[in-house]
């Protein structure tokens, strides 16, 4: 398995064990490259205890869980990625979650070596034709916004002012972030060394890691 400029890429499928994570991560785990980033983008891949589907709440494999569009991670193994490895001395997080794992949110940046800072973007899922907010599923209330957690190792620096928190775009496959996230990251913080983490494609100056990426 090679690190290569744009993409640290597999040759077989990324495995998630729902064993102890650590025992297991250097014979099969996709490894992290071996280099330091300033700017690091996370949208893990979070176990949800629902059990939903099209016709009832028997399937957790079903047409609106989790589990039937990626293979999922427990938080504890989300935690012991060894994501301290490859941040810098003066580093950003950028971490996606939703509002019922924001708690957890808030373990895995402390797991991760860094201290919560903020909310940096929030995603306010809109219908295609943008006319009105997408409605979506919820116990509680209908949920229809995302939330991506700023964390900070060492110094606080940005590059520029005028980045705003809302993003307002409609939904595409299940669970992906809009793209131009990355690029506010990048006016937000520089043109640094940055990856890409459970990446679902590559993109220009980034390093991608993550079972979807494809080469």
């Known amino acids: ?3 290569n400029s744009q993409l640290l890429h597999r040759k077989n499928n990324f495995f998630y064990s729902k064993t102890s994570l650590c025992s ?4 099969v785990m996709i490894p992290f490259p071996d280099k330091k980033y300033n700017i690091i983008y996370a949208d893990p891949a979070w176990s949800y205890k629902d059990k939903r589907s099209g016709s009832g709440y028997k399937n957790p494999n079903g047409a609106g ?5 990626y293979k999922d991670m427990e938080v504890d193994e989300i935690c012991n990625l060894p994501v301290k490895q490859i941040a810098d001395d003066n580093c950003m997080l950028f971490l996606w979650t939703t509002s019922s794992l ?4 808030f373990d895995v940046i402390n797991s991760w070596g860094f201290k919560y800072k903020t909310v940096g973007f929030v995603w306010v899922k809109m219908t295609k034709d943008y ?3 997408y409605s979506g ?3 509680y ?3 229809n916004a995302e939330f991506c957690l700023i964390g900070l190792k060492g110094k606080y620096w940005r590059e520029q002012r005028n980045i705003k928190q809302i993003i307002q775009h409609h939904r ?3 669970s992906k972030k809009p793209d131009v996230v990355r690029d506010n990251i990048v006016k937000l913080c520089g043109d640094l060394p940055r990856i890409e983490l459970f990446a679902r494609e590559t993109a220009e100056g980034w390093d991608s890691w993550g079972n979807e990426v494809t080469l």
């Open 172 to 174: 595409e496959q299940h």
């Open 131 to 133: 006319k009105k907010p």
């Open 141 to 143: 209330t209908n949920q």
């Open 102 to 105: 924001l708690n957890l949110g």
């Open 1 to 3: 398995l090679g690190f």
């Open 137 to 139: 599923m919820g116990y």
């Open 24 to 27: 297991i991560y250097n014979s």
């Open 65 to 69: 869980g989790a589990k039937k569009h």
